[in-house]
């Protein structure tokens, strides 16, 4: 299982951390991801990270601002969130893959595993 967390509400400008912690496997043997959705949306791709957190990609919108990571030996993968905007305003889901294409990471249909979601809410 994946237990995401960390969510709350923020101002504009503001920083979160979400955390991802892994529980019944080990996070080591996939690359993991983060997505979002905002009511009336479909859910999108925010940022990916590989099995060893050497290479990450990133959705436009959010690079420079947004860093993820992961600490194997945690069993754990994070967001940090810097510079939140009220767009940024979302349930955030972390997800796991099993494939090794960076090409995939970018897809919903691509992850195997998923967390439960965490709400972020950023204020004007």
């Known amino acids: 299982q994946l237990q995401a967390s960390g969510g709350g509400l923020v101002q504009a400008g503001g920083s979160l951390r979400l955390s991802c912690a892994a529980s019944?496997?080990?996070?080591?043997?996939?690359?993991m991801g983060w997505f979002r959705q905002s009511p009336g949306k479909e859910r999108e791709f925010v940022a990916a990270?590989?099995?060893?957190?050497?290479?990450?990609w990133y959705v436009d919108s959010v690079k420079g601002r947004f860093t993820i990571s992961r600490d194997n030996a945690e069993n754990t993968v994070y967001l940090q969130m810097n510079s939140l905007k009220p767009e940024d305003t979302a349930v955030y889901y972390c997800a796991a893959t099993t494939s090794y294409s960076s090409a995939d990471y970018y897809t919903l249909r691509s992850y195997d595993y998923w967390g439960q979601g965490t709400l972020v809410t950023v204020s004007s």
């Open positions: 019944g496997r080990t996070i080591s043997t996939y690359a």
């Open positions: 990270i590989n099995r060893s957190g050497d290479y990450t």
